[in-house]
């Protein structure tokens, strides 16, 4: 018992000659320097600005430090066997549209990034505002959208079973195929399908409002199955970057067909 006390004092003496450290009628403690009322359950600092009133663990720094300040800080050891990580972030079952493991964001003006990933620590001087900065390699299991429009990789070292289009599709060719393809123009749906599950774009959305050109993935998957992919839900989804090379070799097929009846005609 003696030396659970001597460890107590030497942990809080030392904050208590920098802090105040209080603990309200239930329970919930707060160390800060200047501050009034204890809104959240464990508060190391100044209470947050972002009127977030839920917080398990909060760390506010309201001085400015010449060497700079870092509100929390996670730190991992190496180690000879399993995961090192300095901080880990997830989401629990929130409203939807607002689950989010970790968020960065800007304040002020001043020039920065919300998030910043780095390759080795060495901090970068960044010269405008981005949401997302990385200094490294950046490595994506999944799709990348930029703009809404999803961006391919296309390095041919990166390539093999490469076989021209024209190849692919030695007896009907390519233009036959896309001749069955439809295009249309729409709007997408303002209401939730219930149904379904699939959810709505809403009048919110910037998408929701505008006309849009493009295919119907049902319909496309019975022409080229290998650009359209479903989701958990059922939801489909095309690739529209891969229907490119095959317009592009529709173009060439039908170029090949002008030369062809040109010719034709001028042997008349």
Excluded: W
Aim: proline fraction near 2%.
């Amino acid at each position: 018992m003696q030396k659970i006390f001597i460890f107590i004092l030497s942990v809080f003496l030392p904050m208590l000659s920098f802090a105040q450290l209080s603990v309200d009628s239930l329970g919930c403690v707060l160390m800060a320097d200047q501050v009034t009322t204890i809104a959240k359950n464990v508060t190391v600092g100044g209470q947050n600005s972002l009127s977030i009133n839920n917080v398990g663990l909060q760390s506010v720094l309201n001085h400015f430090g010449s060497s700079g300040n870092v509100a929390l800080l996670g730190e991992s050891t190496e180690q000879s066997s399993g995961a090192s990580i300095g901080v880990i972030g997830v989401a629990g079952k929130g409203f939807a549209g607002y689950n989010f493991g970790t968020i960065g964001g800007l304040k002020n003006a001043n020039n920065g990034a919300g998030i910043l990933g780095l390759d080795s620590y060495s901090l970068p001087i960044i010269t405008d505002k981005y949401a997302g900065y990385f200094n490294g390699k950046v490595y994506i299991a999944g799709s990348v959208f930029i703009n809404g429009v999803q961006a391919s990789v296309s390095d041919m070292r990166l390539k093999e079973n490469v076989v021209s289009l024209s190849s692919a599709f030695p007896n009907s060719g390519v233009l036959d195929k896309v001749m069955q393809i439809k295009s249309y123009k729409y709007n997408f749906k303002k209401e939730i399908d219930t149904d379904s599950g699939i959810p709505s774009y809403g009048d919110e959305s910037e998408a929701g409002s505008k006309v849009h050109y493009g295919v119907i993935a049902q319909e496309l998957e019975e022409v080229f199955p290998e650009l359209v992919t479903t989701n958990s839900e059922g939801l489909k989804a095309v690739n529209y970057t891969e229907l490119i090379p095959l317009l592009l070799e529709s173009i060439k097929e039908l170029r090949q067909d002008v030369l062809e009846l040109h010719e034709l005609l001028k042997n008349q």
